[in-house]
């Protein structure tokens, strides 16, 4: 059987990623198991490379502007088992292993949360884990 993953060291795939101005691209992360969309999130290039190289979803902080592992301060990692680039090559999605069954910081399975019911959102999806508890402060080394 071919192996499908992509070559990481070619230069190739990724030029055929359509960034936008700010270098970025909005990348959806997808349950592969149960189909549910997680969360969406921005990569840039090198975001997206350490991604398909680590087989972990890396992302692009805005806020922060730097890379963030998803997990990284939760311990609620995605294994990435597939990723896949939109007709307009300007979407990626990521199907993934979702480790902890939290991909929300808010401490739910999914961001997508809250439904539009007759002008309002409503939440639909309960608190799995309290986010206090997913992202107390580490202790620094020597603590």
């Known amino acids: 059987m071919k192996d499908s993953s992509p070559n990481v060291d070619s230069p190739e795939w990724l030029a055929e990623v359509r960034f936008d101005a700010n270098g970025l691209i909005p990348a959806i992360a997808q349950d592969a198991a149960s189909g549910d969309i997680l969360m969406m999130a921005w990569m840039n290039a090198e975001a997206l490379t350490a991604t398909a190289t680590e087989g972990q979803a890396i992302y692009w902080s805005r806020s922060r502007n730097k890379l963030w592992r998803k997990g990284e301060s939760s311990g609620h990692q995605q294994r990435v088992l597939d ?21 929300c910081h808010t ?34 080394q020597g603590d």
């Not at 961001?111 to 639909?124: A, H, K, M, N, P």
């Open 107 to 140: 401490g739910r399975r999914s961001c997508f949360y809250r439904r539009l019911e007759q002008g309002r959102w409503e939440v639909t999806d309960p608190v799995l884990k309290d986010p206090d508890t997913i992202y107390r402060p580490h202790p620094q």
């Open 83 to 103: 990723i896949r680039l939109d007709c307009d090559a300007d979407v990626i999605l990521l199907k993934v292993e979702q480790r902890g069954g939290i991909a």
